[in-house]
């Protein structure tokens, strides 16, 4: 697949480019050139990268992120009803901070499902599996930053 993304004729999915930035030690806004080292950048629309395509027109943007191998990263997200997106997880300690602006979304993390609805926000441990899912009848959009440290474990959450 490395090969195949490099020569340009692959297209990963979130997922995978996930576990091979923290193989190699970067973040995903390394991988899509959105990666930022100094101390203050506008980041311009042209720049950021559409990772995720639903199959009913919803998208998952990466706005902004910081350079590996801990990073964060801004992300926004439009869904349509019916549209999901399954994540196998995130390494130990990732947290995602979640701020709905428009419709409703539904977050499974294990055995927990969260109906967070528009103007609410939520933080949730995503080390394991998870899935955002539009369940209602109007477009959902939603940002959210995702804060992964390899040298140092978050603990926000018990």
Known sequence: MLV???????NPSVATLC????ALGVSVADFVDVASDVPAQVMQPQVS???WH???GGSATLLAG???????????WEMFPGEVYESPGHSPGTVELINVE??????????T???VTSGSSVLARTEAGHSYLNSGFTELRFVMSVVELQRT???FLP
């Open 54 to 56: 639903g199959p009913r």
């Open 4 to 10: 195949e993304m490099e020569k340009g004729s692959a």
């Open 153 to 155: 474990r978050l603990h």
């Open 66 to 76: 910081t350079q590996g191998p801990d990073m964060v990263e801004l992300w926004r």
């Open 19 to 22: 576990k091979a930035a923290a």
């Open 49 to 51: 990268s559409i990772l």
């Open 113 to 115: 499902k969260l109906l």
């Open 102 to 111: 428009g419709g409703e979304l539904t977050l499974s993390l294990q055995h």
